[in-house]
């Protein structure tokens, strides 16, 4: 089962975000809008049957305050010869994210779980299918985004199914914050 730590965000935001990211392009593929999320920590299939459990158990532990979440600048991984992603970072709510990030991380490191240690907060927007010319990419870096701002509420474990079209995501558990 492909898993994964999920920040997921109200449609009102997700709308405002979908309707103000204006680059197209044949090789572009757009995440769907109700998939925006950002993914805290990618599991992959290192959780079992019994890590899912006691994800769970640490997520209903968890106590961590509401926080707000504004974004940053446009980016792109790994790098612009090779540009595979589009994304936005994240301005306010980057310290809280990072914090979430770390609790986690630690509880995965003691569980013998192995999972990158690289987290740079972002809202992946779009994937590079084939090649976009650097134009394209000087497009989307140059783009005004608006100043969106959205509460985050909860941390969700999600399961992610690959097809042909594009990932579903499914909530496994939802954790609220206080």
């Not at 305050?65 to 980016?75: A, D, M, V, Y």
């Not at 870096?141 to 608006?146: I, L, T």
Request: charge should be neutral; hydrophobic fraction near 40%; aromatic fraction near 12%.
């Amino acid at each position: 089962m492909r898993t994964f730590l999920a920040i997921n965000f109200k449609e009102e935001f997700k709308k405002k975000l979908y309707e103000n990211f204006s680059i197209c392009d044949e090789n572009l593929k757009l995440v769907k809008k109700e998939n925006l999320h950002l993914t805290l920590i990618f599991l992959g299939d290192s959780l079992n049957k019994d890590n899912i459990s006691k994800m769970i158990d640490i997520m209903k532990n968890l106590e961590f305050k509401r926080f707000k979440l504004s974004l940053s600048t446009p980016g792109i991984f790994p790098n612009l010869e090779k540009p595979k992603v589009l994304w936005l970072g994240i301005d306010e709510g980057g310290k809280e994210l990072n914090e979430l990030y770390s609790f986690f991380y630690s509880y995965l490191i003691k569980e013998n779980i192995k999972i990158e240690n690289n987290f740079l907060p972002h809202i992946t927007i779009a994937r590079i299918k084939n090649y976009i010319s650097k134009e394209k990419i000087a497009e989307f870096m140059n783009q005004d985004f608006p100043e969106l701002e959205t509460d985050i509420e909860s941390i969700d474990l999600m399961e992610s199914k690959l097809n042909k079209i594009s990932p579903s995501y499914f909530k496994i558990y939802s954790r609220q914050f206080l």
